[in-house]
């Protein structure tokens, strides 16, 4: 009987110790896991706002697989050919969100339009290529609204000359990427000219609206608004 009973005591001890054994090698093995590096795509160098990147700006950096996020690049080709939207520091991973390659362009749903001289009464001379702006119309028979929602983006802004207005010492793209108010501001009043051109990008029901209502006498008011400055900080409010 004692035999017996001796004989399942060490049947339990071994099962018990052989699950001891395996969850101490599944615990090590999901601990190997997380330390796990994976390499992931940082500068070699500080990369300027506004500065398009090349492959050999770029390296490699170790990182636990733990700590890496799918806005993460892995390969420097990624970055190839794009702009940074803000600055990049020396071995600080490249996120895609800081990445872009045309930012001036439409989206599949726009085209860009320059909008007729005769069609504008006024514009704000503080926008710049890159703003986002609000559209009025008004007239002697028109009444005066806001025809879209949502702020429309400035392509470009030219001068009589066909020069895009911009302060030549600190464009105001790179001011805004920087995240520098105070820069905004200075190239804002430091134009090279006054606005005699505006292109923006606008899907064909905007521009139709437009043409349909200058055409109907109405005269558009083109004005600043802040959410280009906003973007940008909320986008940096939502990566930290």
């Not at 009987?1 to 969850?23: D, E, F, P, W």
């Not at 806005?71 to 520091?89: C, T």
């Not at 986002?132 to 400035?154: I, K, Q, W």
Request: aromatic share 6%; net charge negative; glycine share 4%.
């Amino acid at each position: 009987m004692n035999r017996k009973r001796n004989t399942a005591i060490s049947l339990a001890a071994a099962v018990l110790s052989g699950v001891l054994v395996y969850s101490i090698y599944v615990v090590q093995l999901r601990h190997v896991q997380e330390q796990e590096m994976v390499r992931v795509v940082v500068p070699k160098r500080f990369i300027a706002a506004g500065e398009r990147i090349a492959a050999e700006d770029l390296t490699y950096m170790p990182l636990s697989r733990s700590a890496v996020n799918e806005a993460m690049l892995l390969q420097p080709q990624e970055a190839d050919g794009w702009e940074a939207v803000v600055p990049l520091g020396v071995d600080e991973p490249v996120l895609k969100w800081k990445l872009d390659r045309y930012r001036l362009m439409p989206n599949r749903s726009e085209s860009t339009f320059q909008i007729p001289r005769s069609y504008v009464l006024s514009v704000s001379n503080g926008i710049r290529a890159g703003d986002r702006v609000m559209v009025y119309v008004t007239g002697e028979n028109t009444a005066s609204v806001r025809l879209f929602d949502e702020p429309v983006t400035v392509a470009s802004v030219k001068s009589s000359n066909n020069v895009e207005v911009d302060n030549a010492d600190q464009s105001n793209l790179m001011s805004l990427a920087d995240n520098d108010k105070e820069r905004m501001y200075a190239s804002r009043r430091d134009a090279n000219a006054m606005i005699d051109y505006v292109n923006l990008n606008l899907t064909e029901e905007q521009w139709m609206r437009i043409d349909e209502q200058c055409k109907g006498g109405g005269k558009l008011v083109i004005a600043y608004s802040p959410t280009s400055f906003d973007a940008v900080q909320d986008g940096r409010s939502e990566e930290q």
